[in-house]
């Protein structure tokens, strides 16, 4: 078991990848309805900037904390490019997530940003990529359905484009982090990506015209509670995503795309009494085995970058 668990090279005990697997599992799906609590009184530009600031800070501290300034402050060239690749994923696709979420399911949200695989497969093959057979007929169920979940006559609106919108933004980030020099350390890349990224976000929202100030305004409870909640286990989650990517073939840490919309599912149906519709259930499963003939077809290669 532990060799297909481990990579060669890492001494990573077996107990701590199955946490941070239970960890990216079931902690990812749960920040979608997080995400959904938090719009019902912050807006969703500020909201997301502020919680990814949070939870850069914290990245930084722990990395400050274990392994010194060094670290964190890497040449400036690498920063740079974690602060590009931060201000597309973080700046531009995720807040689209809680705007999305003032209009459709949390659920059905995390059906379709569990396709970020399919586009950056597609997006290999548009740059010269030659993806397996598995790996094409992954794409071809993944897009159909995202279809059948989208169809006018399923009942939806236009706002389940937004998700796609930001699924494909996330799709481009993730391909072109992996052609470009970011720090070594995972940690370190997503401690800028989520501080600068945040900063954009919270840019994009004033120019939406946001208010910046109503984040500070007295807020009910559980609004407060589900901020704290997304930016630490936001923080968190994308700390046992880095601890499995050093020790773990990416092909395992790609199963988290099967798990997390039908755990977001099943999360928004107990905590905010989302229907679970036949649509949903329909255009769902044939989803996640569209993501889980890709995750397959390309087991040998990185196919994603998460959004945390």
């Not at 914290?58 to 690749?85: E, H, Y």
């Not at 997503?190 to 305004?217: D, N, Y």
């Not at 007295?218 to 509670?225: F, L, N, S, V």
């Not at 196919?303 to 945390?308: K, V």
Request: proline share 5%.
């Amino acid at each position: 078991m532990k060799n297909r668990l481990l990579l060669p090279n890492s001494n990573a005990s077996v107990f701590w990848v199955s946490v941070c697997l239970v960890i990216i599992y079931f902690v990812w799906a749960s920040t979608y309805v997080g995400i959904a609590f938090m719009v019902e009184e912050i807006p969703p530009h500020t909201g997301s900037g502020f919680r990814f600031i949070t939870a850069g800070l914290l990245i930084s501290i722990v990395l400050l904390v274990t392994k010194g300034p060094s670290a964190l402050f890497v040449n400036f060239k690498q920063i740079r490019n974690a602060m590009f690749i931060g201000f597309i994923l973080i700046g531009l696709a995720t807040p689209l997530i809680a705007v999305a979420s003032q209009y459709i399911p949390s659920g059905l949200i995390a059906l379709l940003a569990a396709m970020t695989p399919v586009f950056v497969v597609i997006l290999r093959f548009l740059f010269g990529d030659k993806p397996s057979l598995k790996t094409i007929l992954g794409i071809l169920l993944g897009i159909s359905g995202v279809a059948f979940l989208v169809r006018p006559s399923a009942g939806q609106n236009w706002y389940t484009l937004i998700p796609i919108i930001s699924t494909v933004l996330w799709a481009v980030g993730s391909f072109w982090a992996q052609k470009i020099d970011l720090p070594k350390s995972p940690l370190t890349t997503a401690a800028w990506e989520t501080m600068f990224g945040g900063l954009c976000a919270i840019g994009i929202g004033v120019l939406r015209g946001e208010k910046t100030s109503q984040f500070f305004e007295p807020h009910e409870t559980q609004t407060w509670i589900a901020f704290i909640y997304i930016s630490l286990m936001g923080a968190i989650a994308y700390s046992a995503y880095a601890y499995l990517l050093d020790n773990t073939p990416i092909s395992l840490v790609a199963t988290y795309a099967l798990v997390n919309p039908v755990v977001a599912v099943l999360l928004g149906s107990l905590l905010r009494n989302e229907i679970i519709t036949l649509t949903i259930l329909v255009g769902g499963l044939i989803v996640v085995l569209g993501i889980a003939l890709v995750v397959l077809g390309e087991k040998r290669k990185e196919l994603i970058r998460p959004e945390t």
